[in-house]
């Protein structure tokens, strides 16, 4: 599973360090409704250098849409589309069962809702990432991740974002989409390189210091230690930082910091 298509880091240990490593740094934004706001939206797009912003379908309404859109423009950040079941009161983490020319067809809804406020901000939606259910389904139900890109090429050929070795990168190399790795500084792994359940313990990773050092070891190609104390190679060509996390910001920006001091440049991958 930790094997990838599309952009693990340039360099690792054994081939030179870290110099001319390019590593994007993204997180979740817009992930709110109405008077209900989870994410800081705005100290967030002054660290991270991609938006993976909710369409609507687990979290996000047209105000907050267009808010976070405009914003990310104005700072030079790529917007993506996150899209996902349509589970608003689940927040898109509850297991669900779609048709996929269903899901094919909410898929594109997603992206070409946010399409018309990244545009009328003076830019695009550059990228699509699953959220949640979906982003874990895809990593193993091929007929779930091919509904995937077939909404994404319904939208456009726009680049996928996703877990490495997934049968969702799988499907967008094969449509002939940029197929782009992706690790969680903030998530614990198992030995096959997937993600832990949420509903398991130490599925997240709250300790700072902790994440900060997971991101350099991943992103210079040192990989993560499993659950279980095994090492795991994950190579990707982004790091997210899940923006719901208590002091998401200031734990992104301790991780940008750490990665530029490591040699290592942050830059958008799209």
């Not at 360090?17 to 409704?33: H, R």
């Not at 405009?70 to 700072?75: I, L, Q």
């Not at 550059?126 to 909404?151: C, E, M, T």
């Amino acid at each position: 599973m930790a094997d990838t298509a599309g952009g693990g880091p340039a360099a690792g240990p054994g081939s030179g360090g870290t110099a001319g490593v390019v590593v994007d740094l993204n997180a979740d934004l817009g992930e709110g409704f109405g008077r209900w706001h989870l994410t800081d939206d705005d100290a967030l797009l002054e660290v991270v250098t991609s938006a993976n912003v909710a369409c609507g379908f687990h979290a996000g309404d047209p105000a907050t849409m267009r808010r976070v859109c405009e914003r990310a423009a104005a700072g030079g950040v790529r917007i993506g589309a996150q899209v996902s079941y349509r589970d608003l009161a689940g927040f898109g983490r509850r297991a669900m069962e779609v048709p996929p020319e269903e899901l094919a067809a909410e898929v594109a809804y997603q992206i070409g809702a946010l399409e018309v406020f990244a545009r009328a901000a003076g830019a695009e939606v550059a990228y699509v990432k699953p959220h949640g259910a979906l982003y874990n389904r895809a990593v193993h139900d091929a007929g779930q991740a091919a509904a995937i890109v077939d909404g994404v090429l319904l939208a456009g050929r726009l680049p996928v974002l996703g877990l490495p070795g997934s049968q969702l990168l799988a499907a967008a190399a094969a449509a002939e989409l940029p197929a782009v790795a992706e690790a969680f500084a903030d998530r614990a792994y198992t030995p096959q390189g997937t993600l832990v359940p949420r509903r398991e313990p130490g599925a997240v990773v709250g300790e700072p210091d902790a994440v900060v050092e997971r991101a350099v070891r991943i992103a210079s190609g040192a990989g993560v230690v499993a659950v279980d104390g095994r090492p795991v190679q994950v190579a990707a060509r982004s790091l997210c930082v899940h923006g719901d996390t208590p002091g998401a910001a200031q734990l992104a920006a301790r991780v940008r910091q750490a990665l530029e001091g490591a040699g290592l440049r942050v830059a958008a991958f799209a």
